[in-house]
């Protein structure tokens, strides 16, 4: 028997679940959801009037490769030496070799976001397509209280808590720059991180379960001195005028006006007249702050596969 087992699902089959659990999510806070940006717009006129902080975060999704206990590979080896767990098999994944334009590796681009953003690869902790498909459909109705009142979301509303899925992905932030892609990550639970090809354990407080990561987010976004959740305006300037610097690219030059003339047109429409310099069109944030943000992560996307979602806060 093979000691090797290559994942039976795509990363855009995970995005597809991810989106749809999303979408039928609520945390703790009734006023606090996480989403795309792009879906945040699509709730309505005023959209921009009625959110009061947001904190964007991205995360690259990848796909668990699996080693067998008995696998006489680098990456088992390696983990043995630093007495790390291998006796149940290890999941593991490759970093990205190549991007569309930017001049950046992929783990780079990444490590650049997370060194002010939360930014982190997101991986399964299995590789069967059944494990990916058995989302139980019974959960409770969510609810919450309001006094000695308790209400319960007709919509059928899940706690994010509740979401099996979301226990079983991991977040793996890049813990420092590479020269090359010839590297991977091997885990088996957030625990146990391991960085290969000089093998390093990896420790970090955003290397968690996807469940974890959230309900943090949301609880330290809040507190005095956690700064992550702001307003439209401020997250916008803290995140789009670093595009240049995440791509590897001048500001001045002409790939990245490229780049950023495909981001006006897939994220605003092919009629949509682009601005003579759509670059300094989009840092300064001409468009306001929730639309320049979603050109940023439509970029993302596209160069990379990184994806952009938030945790928004709307007015009640």
């Not at 390696?78 to 098999?89: A, H, I, M």
Request: with cysteine; glycine share 4%; aromatic share 10%.
């Amino acid at each position: 028997m093979s000691q090797h087992r290559d994942p039976e699902f795509l990363e855009a089959d995970i995005a597809t679940y991810i989106t749809r659990l999303l979408e039928r999510c609520r945390m703790s806070r009734p006023d606090v959801q996480v989403c795309q940006i792009s879906q945040a717009e699509e709730n309505g006129v005023g959209y921009d009037a009625c959110i009061t902080s947001i904190c964007p975060f991205f995360v690259q999704l990848k796909r668990s490769y699996f080693y067998t206990p008995d696998s006489t590979s680098a990456i088992i080896t390696d983990r043995t030496k630093l007495k790390l767990p291998t006796s149940q098999g290890v999941y593991f994944f490759k970093l990205h070799r190549t991007s569309k334009h930017a001049n950046e590796l992929q783990h780079n681009a990444l490590h650049r976001l997370a060194q002010s953003e939360v930014a982190a690869y997101l991986a399964p902790l299995f590789f069967r397509r059944r494990s990916l498909e058995s989302i139980p459909e019974d959960y409770a109705l969510w609810a919450w209280s309001y006094g000695p009142v308790s209400i319960t979301d007709s919509r059928h509303m899940i706690n994010i808590s509740r979401v099996r899925l979301f226990h079983n992905l991991i977040t793996i932030p890049p813990h420092a720059p590479v020269t090359s892609a010839n590297h991977r990550y091997s885990y088996t639970s957030p625990a146990d991180v391991c960085f290969h090809s000089d093998p390093e354990p990896v420790q970090g407080p955003n290397i968690a379960t996807f469940a974890g990561l959230l309900q943090r987010l949301e609880t330290e976004g809040f507190q005095e001195r956690g700064a992550r959740m702001r307003s439209p305006q401020q997250a916008a300037e803290d995140v789009v005028p670093r595009l240049p610097e995440v791509l590897g690219l001048n500001k001045r030059s002409h790939a990245l006006r490229e780049v950023v003339s495909r981001g006006f047109e897939q994220v605003l429409g092919p009629d949509y007249k682009i601005p003579s310099n759509p670059t300094l069109a989009l840092i300064n944030m001409q468009l306001g702050p929730l639309p320049s943000l979603r050109i940023f992560g439509n970029i993302l996307e596209y160069e990379w596969g990184i994806r952009q979602y938030a945790v928004v806060k709307r007015a009640q």
